[in-house]
Structure formats: structure tokens, C-alpha cells
């Protein structure tokens, strides 16, 4: 392949991912079909279908970097020697919301699309990824409340994940700078974090107390 014939490649490569992001944001990622891309791309379905075996693939191609970037991230926190099982906890679930709402007309298909349960085995290598963010979180919460109970671990885990998307579904449609927003957000939030670890440090679950 000449050298104009791979730029060109590239471009066509280029503008597909951009017409899959444009429509899966507009549409849904259900809603929006190959031929749409397409269209929107400037070029045939099947030129598409030459660099992306199928829908999946161009989902695949926009999510992997990205969560990748949250997942370096993240456990770099973790990895910190200096801060307290609290601050960790703070910090990556600050790193988790600022990556959502930088990324607000597209997070929900990031995490949400092909998902699959975070108490199984994942197959596909972006539901490998997003269990991996989810386990790091799990992580966090398990170090702070000294969690033994697998299932004690598993249920606030993914009640503190639920609280962070309660968050995320209020701010999404803020169109105040991110940096702004978060700046706002960070006492509330810091304290919210507080008040869930007592909480979940006094409650029971199947009858076991959790012990500090």
C-alpha cells in the first residue's frame, strides 16, 4: 500500500469512528444501524466492513482506549502509599465521575452497551475491562470497611456504584465547565462518601454485622 493509499485508509478509518460516535451519542447504539455510519461516514457499508468485522467492533474501538485511560488511572491511586483507604476510595470514585461527565453524551455506552453482570465471568475483552474498573472500586470499599463476607463485598460495592451513577444521571445535563461543576460537587461528595462508609460499617446484611 502506497502512502496515499494508507492516509486515505486512515481518514476513512477516522471518519467512521467519528459517525459511529456522533450517531451512538445522538440515537442509542441499538438504534443506529451500519448503513447509517455509512451514510454519515461518506462512504458504502461495505467499505466498513472492511476495517470492522461488525457494529460491536466499532464499539469496541471507541470504548477500549478510553476506559483503559480510567483504568490506568485508577489503580495508580490505589497503588499510593501515602493516602488512607478513605482517600483512595475519594479519589478514584472523583477519577470515575469526572471521567463520565467529560465524556457525558457517550459514558452510558462506554460502561452500559453489550454489559454483561459483574457477578460473572465476562467473555468479551471490553466487558473484561469494565469488571476491572468495577473490581477497583470494589477494591477501595472492601479496604475501607474490612469486608470478609463475599457477598457483604459484592452488595455495597455495588451500592456505593450505584450511589456515583445516582450522581452522574443529576450533573450529566449541567452545562457549567466540568472543572466548575467538579469544584462545586467535591465537599458535597467527599461527604456523601463519609456518611455511606458509616452507614454500611453499622448495617447488616443476611443477618451478619459488619465489624469495623
Do not use: W
Amino acid at each position: 500500500m502506497t502512502n496515499r493509499q494508507s492516509a486515505r485508509s486512515d481518514e476513512t478509518k477516522k471518519e467512521i469512528i467519528n459517525a459511529a460516535e456522533k450517531l451512538f451519542s445522538q440515537k442509542g447504539y441499538d438504534a443506529v444501524t451500519i448503513r447509517e455510519i455509512a451514510k454519515l461516514a461518506g462512504c458504502s457499508h461495505t467499505t466498513i466492513y472492511l476495517y470492522y468485522k461488525d457494529k460491536e467492533a466499532l464499539l469496541y474501538k471507541l470504548s477500549m482506549p478510553h476506559l483503559n485511560d480510567l483504568y490506568i488511572q485508577m489503580e495508580q491511586t490505589l497503588q499510593q502509599t501515602n493516602l488512607s483507604v478513605e482517600e483512595k476510595l475519594k479519589i478514584i470514585s472523583k477519577k470515575y465521575i469526572y471521567f463520565c461527565l467529560q465524556n457525558k453524551s457517550m459514558y452510558s455506552i462506554f460502561f452500559n452497551e453489550m454489559s454483561s453482570r459483574v457477578d460473572e465471568e465476562p467473555v468479551t475483552e471490553i466487558n473484561k475491562l469494565r469488571l476491572s474498573i468495577f473490581n477497583l472500586l470494589k477494591t477501595a470499599v472492601t479496604n475501607c470497611l474490612q469486608i470478609k463476607s463475599e457477598q457483604q463485598i459484592l452488595a455495597y460495592s455495588r451500592i456505593f456504584y450505584f450511589n456515583l451513577n445516582g450522581i452522574l444521571s443529576t450533573y450529566s445535563y449541567q452545562h457549567e465547565p466540568l472543572e466548575v461543576l467538579m469544584e462545586r460537587l467535591i465537599p458535597t461528595f467527599d461527604l456523601a462518601v463519609e456518611i455511606m462508609l458509616e452507614g454500611m460499617k453499622g448495617k447488616y446484611i443476611g443477618g451478619e454485622k459488619i465489624e469495623d
